[in-house]
């Protein structure tokens, strides 16, 4: 079991994220997780699921700022 989702992990990083950064892996591999544990609840819960879970939770520090590189001023 571990070997098919570190496949699955590897297969997301190739196709869908295209590079997953040391510092990141836990928060992509967490995202497989949950993606493996639902993917046979409709896509309409999962998409109520996430939105609710994101209204709940505050501001995430680790991926706030995420795709704005720091610039050398």
Do not use: C
Not at 36 to 53: F, H, K, L, S
Request: charged share 25%; aromatic share 12%.
């Amino acid at each position: 079991m571990a070997e098919s989702f570190f496949s699955r992990l590897r297969g997301a990083e190739v196709g869908t994220h295209h590079h997953i950064a040391g510092p990141y892996l836990a928060a992509y591999a967490a995202e497989m997780d949950w993606r493996e544990d639902n993917r046979r609840m409709p896509n309409g819960e999962q998409y109520r699921a996430i939105v609710t879970a994101t209204a709940k939770h505050p501001v995430s520090h680790q991926w706030k700022g995420y795709w704005q590189r720091r610039t050398s001023a």
